[in-house]
C-alpha cells in the first residue's frame, strides 16, 4: 500500500537550517499534490505548505513564508521542506501527507511517520 | 483565513455510546471542502471523513459526517475502545491556508 516515509529532523540551532525528506513509494507520486503539516509537543495540527503535483504551484502558511520552501523531485518520488532561520517555535513533528487531488482541494488521504525537528540551543 | 473552533474540548463517554463532535467555520467552506481525522498518541492522523461526508477507504459506518456552510459534525453512533482519540475537522475548500481545527478529545469515562 502507499507509503511515506519522513526523515531529516534532528536538534539544530536557532537561526540554523535544516531539510526534510519525504520518500514515496507504491503509488504515482507525480500526479498527487503534497504537504507539510506540523505538531508541536502536545499541541494539535498545524498545515504548513503545499505543492501541486507538477511543482508549478506553492503556498506556505503565514508562521513559514519567507523562511521555508517546498520542493519536490518527481523523478524520485521524494518531496522535500528546506527549513531556513529555524526558531524555537518551529518545534514539531513534522508529517508529510498526500492530498487526495492534484492540488490542495482532497483532504489528507496518507500521512508519513513524522520526524522531529527541535530547535534548541 | 477561515478559522475552525471545535467543541467540546473533551468528551467523555462510555463505550458503545454515541459521540457528537462539533467544528464551526469563521466563514463558509467552499464547496462542502471539510474533512475529519483521527489521532491516537504517537501516530499520525487518520482520514475519516472528506467533502463533509464521505468516508474514506477502510473506515467503518459507525463514524458519519455532515454539515454545511459553516457548521459541520462528526457523529460516531457507537464508540469502540479503538475510537478514544482526538479529532481534528479541516477545511481546504478555500484558498490557502488550510486550516485544522484545535482537535476533540474522546476519552473513556
Known amino acids: 500500500q502507499v507509503q511515506l516515509v519522513d526523515s531529516g529532523g534532528g536538534v539544530v540551532q536557532p537561526g540554523r537550517s535544516l531539510r526534510l525528506s519525504c520518500a514515496a513509494s507504491?503509488?504515482?507520486?507525480?500526479?498527487?499534490?503534497m504537504h507539510w503539516v506540523r505538531q508541536a509537543p502536545g499541541k494539535g495540527l498545524e498545515w504548513v505548505a503545499v505543492?501541486?503535483?507538477?511543482?508549478?504551484?506553492?503556498y506556505y502558511a503565514d508562521s513559514v513564508k519567507g523562511r521555508f520552501t517546498i520542493s519536490r523531485d518527481n523523478s524520485k518520488d521524494t518531496l522535500y521542506l528546506q527549513m531556513n532561520g529555524l526558531r524555537a517555535e518551529d518545534t514539531a513533528v513534522y508529517y508529510c501527507?498526500?492530498?487526495?487531488?492534484?492540488?490542495?482541494?482532497?483532504?489528507?488521504?496518507?500521512w508519513g511517520q513524522g520526524t522531529l525537528v527541535t530547535v534548541s540551543s | 483565513e477561515i478559522v475552525l473552533t471545535q467543541s467540546p474540548g473533551t468528551l467523555s463517554l462510555s463505550p458503545g455510546e454515541r459521540a457528537t463532535l462539533s467544528c464551526r467555520a469563521s466563514?463558509?467552506?467552499?464547496?462542502?471542502?471539510l474533512a475529519w481525522y483521527q489521532q491516537t498518541p504517537g501516530q499520525a492522523p487518520r482520514l475519516l471523513i472528506y467533502?463533509?461526508?464521505t468516508r474514506a477507504t477502510g473506515i467503518p459506518d459507525r463514524f458519519s459526517g455532515s454539515g454545511s456552510g459553516t457548521d459541520f459534525t462528526l457523529t460516531i453512533s457507537r464508540l469502540e475502545p479503538e475510537d478514544f482519540a482526538v479529532y481534528y475537522c479541516?477545511?481546504?475548500?478555500?484558498?490557502?491556508?488550510?486550516?485544522f481545527g484545535g482537535g476533540t478529545k474522546v476519552d473513556i469515562k
Open positions: 501527507a498526500r492530498d487526495r487531488s492534484s492540488g490542495c482541494y482532497g483532504g489528507f488521504d496518507h
Open positions: 507504491r503509488f504515482t507520486f507525480g500526479i498527487y499534490g
Open positions: 505543492i501541486w503535483y507538477d511543482g508549478n504551484k506553492k
Open positions: 466563514q463558509s467552506v467552499s464547496s462542502s471542502y
Open positions: 467533502d463533509t461526508s
Open positions: 479541516q477545511q481546504y475548500g478555500n484558498s490557502p491556508p488550510l486550516t
